[in-house]
């Protein structure tokens, strides 16, 4: 079993595209993420891409985009999950690549978290156990007052407070940023949406990280003042509509086990449980 490094995203991609393709929706982060650099994206820090192997072939592959979580991609067999998480541990700690966590399938992590604390000392702390939904098919909710837009450069102030918002509540382990910066550059390129009534919105959600044939929806928020009417059930159901005719093949979302309303309202539009994904952050 090997390790090898990328410095090159288009090397990584060209050599590893056809193996993500066989689980691309379970693979969302590391491909999305990979292709998202490989068009102009520019990570904070030096993104790493590293594939594991051996005498048969890739057996998963690694993205980080430092500082968050290293992600680890589905394998080719899970009998090999001691093996491959053995060797990646040690070739990060041999190269000294620091990690804040790790994302994957909940055997991948925990064989992950117990190799990396063995040899670093650093506690695993669970900070997200998720599910992948995928949707090929749109289910109308009840419907509710109200349209979907997508945002515009005059709804910059808003977007970036609501996005702090939910960073606060749903994702409070995360890596705080500049809420201002990532709202103008979700409406640059035009990933930002939301649910408007009477000229007003509210709630919102963005679109990003699209692979070969599938794009990923996130980041919904909607104010405690307006919760309980459907309006974040109509808004995502109305932009996975809009993404599944702009051509793309199929719709994703990760979701927060510990919150029964959201599982439940999705699955109600047409959202189907593909697998579960934990996210570990590392004691300092």
């Not at 060209?14 to 982060?29: I, M, S, W």
């Not at 070739?91 to 399938?105: Q, T």
């Not at 959201?262 to 579960?276: E, M, T, V």
Request: hydrophobic share 40%; with cysteine.
């Amino acid at each position: 079993m090997r390790v090898e490094q990328y410095s090159s995203v288009d090397t990584f991609i060209h050599e590893h595209r056809e193996f993500l393709l066989q689980h691309e929706a379970e693979n969302n982060l590391p491909l999305g993420l990979s292709m998202r650099i490989q068009n102009g994206w520019l990570p904070a820090n030096p993104p790493f891409f590293a594939a594991i192997s051996d005498e048969q072939g890739t057996v998963g592959v690694s993205v980080m985009t430092s500082p968050h979580a290293l992600t680890i991609s589905a394998l080719r067999d899970t009998s090999l999950v001691d093996q491959a998480t053995e060797a990646l541990t040690d070739y990060l700690c041999n190269h000294n690549i620091e990690l804040s966590g790790v994302m994957s399938a909940p055997i991948t992590t925990a064989a992950f978290c117990a190799a990396w604390q063995a040899k670093t000392g650093r506690r695993p702390l669970l900070s997200m156990n998720e599910r992948i939904y995928t949707l090929t098919e749109v289910i109308p909710p009840s419907s509710v007052a109200g349209s979907l837009k997508q945002a515009t450069n005059a709804d910059v102030e808003w977007l970036a407070e609501w996005l702090a918002a939910f960073h606060a509540e749903a994702l409070p382990t995360e890596p705080v940023w500049n809420w201002q910066a990532v709202a103008e550059r979700q409406i640059a390129t035009g990933s930002a949406w939301y649910w408007e009534v009477d000229g007003k919105p509210v709630s919102s959600l963005g679109s990003s990280r699209p692979t070969v044939n599938g794009i990923c929806i996130g980041a919904v928020s909607t104010p405690r003042q307006f919760r309980g009417k459907g309006y974040a059930s109509n808004a995502v159901a109305a932009l996975s509509q809009h993404l599944l005719n702009q051509g793309f093949g199929f719709c994703m979302l990760f979701t927060d086990l510990s919150n029964p309303t959201s599982n439940k309202i999705y699955q109600a539009i047409g959202f189907r449980p593909l697998c579960d994904v934990d996210q570990y952050r590392f004691e300092e």
